[in-house]
């Protein structure tokens, strides 16, 4: 059946993923992956370059669509809890794994609903197992990253938004990839899968340890989530649904980040989820953060740091400042205190600060501050009253750190 010609509403079909209007590209050939535009410094990429959609696929609905879906492709409605519980439950995909679905037209079935979306091209280790980097390629040959992180009692993953970012952070090898292309809620779902069966699997950690599942995702891979809005929110709710309409994740263990794209934060804080917020903040003056960080070219200091505490009053979940600390460019005490003042204006309580030693990625000028430095901004933070917590590195030398995501194969 052609896809293009049924009406079940595919939820990647209306365009509410740019918060920002830019002007749309005069020409809507599709431009092949590989011709992924470098972006000039500063400027700013607000709509994907359009492409092909990835095929739809069971996460891309929820559980009502999912019905609508297979009714579409000529199935059973309620093969949706079926397929649900295989895919959200049992991540499973294979046909033969699947018993309790009739075999007459059982692999058609589920290669029109769940069509592979991801193939793992290359994985990476470090920290002796418990950080693994994956690089998967899409329909289209995009390529993406994930990254799983192993703790005592829990699991980090950090997933890609966007197959590159538009927000071009002149620090960032994501950045100055630039945009290829928005990913798709059910892409997003699947980095979780596979690592949730990595994990399942006993592939990531020791051997001796006990399999644990995944307790918190972190939209910090590549892209900025709140500028592929709808699909963004689309993947929370795969991710907190309970089984079998999604994966059952607290969204308390859920962290949505952006490099302050304040009409998206805004637009979701009426989503009202109690999922925290980052953001990743990187100066406290508009001078500098002008030249770190584009986006604060449209949306200054002031109003992100505004809609951040907006966002903590309508959700009650403190807010994550992320701050990159980079050598003799922003991890002057001077800045520190501005930091401490600002966050202080708007209440107390409300926020923490996680400063980050940068990553270096190769041939940039960019690189870590000094570790007195980096001591002295967090005790000048501490004096202020603010909580702060130097994040760690994880898989920095996998290039699987913030920063440094930028799908080498
Ligand atoms: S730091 Fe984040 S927002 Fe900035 S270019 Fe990199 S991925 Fe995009």
């Not at 263990?253 to 109690?274: A, N, Y």
């Not at 501005?338 to 309580?349: I, S």
């Not at 041939?363 to 917590?389: D, M, Y």
Request: aromatic share 6%.
């Amino acid at each position: 059946m052609n896809r293009r010609s049924t009406t079940t509403p595919d939820p990647r079909d209306r365009e509410e993923n740019t918060v920002a209007q830019q002007p749309q590209q005069s020409s809507t050939t599709r431009t092949p992956v590989e011709l992924t535009v470098r972006p000039r410094p500063g400027q700013l990429t607000f709509t994907a370059p359009r492409r092909g959609k990835p095929p739809r696929h069971l996460a891309d609905f929820d559980m009502a669509g999912r019905r609508e879906f297979l009714a579409e492709l000529g199935h059973q409605p309620f093969r949706a809890g079926q397929l649900s519980r295989h895919y959200f439950d049992r991540f499973a995909t294979a046909p033969e794994d699947m018993t309790d679905l009739p075999a007459a037209g059982r692999e058609e079935l589920v290669s029109q609903v769940l069509p592979p979306l991801l193939t793992t091209v290359r994985s990476l280790e470090a920290d002796q197992g418990d950080t693994v980097k994956n690089v998967h390629r899409c329909f289209d040959g995009a390529t993406v990253e994930s990254v799983l992180m192993r703790y005592t009692h829990r699991v980090t993953m950090c997933i890609s938004s966007q197959a590159g970012c538009g927000m071009n952070c002149p620090f960032c090898a994501t950045g100055q990839a630039g945009l290829t292309r928005n990913l798709s809620t059910a892409e997003m779902v699947e980095q979780v899968v596979q690592g949730a069966r990595m994990l399942r699997g006993g592939r990531v950690g020791r051997a001796e340890q006990e399999p644990l599942r995944i307790s918190n995702i972190v939209f910090m891979g590549m892209g900025e989530a709140l500028a592929n809005y709808k699909a963004s929110i689309g993947a929370i709710h795969r991710l907190i649904d309970p089984s079998p309409e999604g994966l059952g994740i607290s969204a308390r263990g859920i962290t949505m980040s952006t490099v302050g794209l304040v009409p998206g934060i805004r637009k979701f804080t009426q989503e009202k989820l109690p999922v925290t917020l980052a953001l990743s903040l990187h100066a406290p003056d508009d001078e500098l953060r002008d030249e770190l960080i584009p986006i604060n070219t449209r949306w200054k200091v002031d109003e992100a740091l505004d809609a951040a505490y907006d966002y903590y009053q309508a959700t009650g979940r403190r807010v994550s400042i992320e701050y990159a600390l980079i050598r003799d460019i922003n991890d002057h005490g001077w800045r520190a205190d501005l930091l401490g003042e600002k966050l202080n204006a708007r209440g107390g309580g409300w926020v923490h600060v996680n400063p980050i030693p940068l990553n270096p990625t190769p041939g940039s000028k960019w690189t870590a501050s000094r570790p007195g430095v980096e001591q002295n901004f967090v005790e000048r933070l501490r004096a202020h009253g603010i909580p702060t917590t130097v994040r760690d590195t994880r898989g920095s030398d996998i290039d699987g750190a913030c920063g440094q995501l930028a799908a080498t194969v």
